[in-house]
């Protein structure tokens, strides 16, 4: 079966400190895709990175990073020199390659505080 | 903006009423799914569309619930005699055939019913 586990329920850091987000994902199959997403207190989910499980290149976008490791199954997430705007609860989803699939398998989320 | 929009952005009902929703998705993409979203937790899939067509719809999906997409374009939700328990934020998404397309969503209708 299909889990994401996102075993930090709330971090708080003070503005300019880097963070790490940790996402634990589980399933058989070997073609699958990874996703996180941001949602604001505004309320909107906003997609932030899609990986497949071919690709265990590490992503950097700006000050956004992700580590994606298939030999602990981790996909985690790192701010560096976090903003007060970078404030959100983040997710990580999981959905197989299959074109009949619907499902985003989805963490619970990681709340993120960062203070001023 | 070609986004997925959601209207409308809060909707507040007495208990008993019924409400209906509405999603426009992103216009190249042929699926659309609605998620319901209470406080603290993460979204819970309700239904999709495969353009016209829908094609799953959970167990959280009561008969109080229907949902639509007579075109294959714009969805509606509609909830019929609500309840209490029916107050959260329903999301939309929409996106490409294929579980490795990213789903785009929509800002959301929270729904208050009182």
């Known amino acids: 079966a299909q889990k994401v586990t996102q075993a930090q329920t709330e971090i708080s850091v003070v503005e300019k400190e880097d963070v790490t987000l940790d996402c634990v994902y589980e399933t058989r199959d070997t073609t699958y895709y990874l996703f996180w997403y941001k949602q604001p207190p505004s309320g909107e989910l906003v997609f932030l990175i899609r990986r497949n499980s071919f690709d265990e290149q590490n992503e950097i976008s700006g000050r956004y990073s992700w580590n994606f490791q298939k030999s602990t199954s981790s996909f985690n997430f790192t701010i560096t020199a976090s903003q007060v705007v970078d404030s959100a609860v983040y997710f990580c989803a999981l959905s197989e390659e299959d074109d009949s699939n619907y499902q985003l398998i989805w963490g619970a989320g990681t709340k993120l505080i960062i203070k001023p | 903006d070609t986004g997925v929009s959601q209207n409308p952005r809060h909707k507040i009902t007495k208990r008993g009423q019924n409400v209906t929703f509405r999603c426009d998705p992103i216009?190249?993409?042929?699926?659309l799914y609605w998620y319901r979203q209470t406080l603290g937790q993460g979204p819970e899939f309700l239904t999709y569309?495969?353009?016209?067509?829908?094609?799953?719809k959970s167990r959280l999906l009561s008969d109080r619930f229907s949902a639509e997409r007579p075109k294959g374009s714009f969805s509606t939700l509609e909830i019929q005699r609500t309840e209490q328990g029916d107050s959260a934020m329903y999301l939309c998404?929409?996106?490409?055939?294929?579980?490795?397309?990213?789903?785009?969503f929509g800002p959301g209708t929270r729904l208050t019913v009182t």
């Open positions: 569309f495969q353009n016209e067509a829908q094609l799953e």
């Open positions: 216009s190249e993409h042929n699926r």
């Open positions: 998404a929409s996106s490409l055939q294929g579980g490795r397309h990213e789903q785009y």
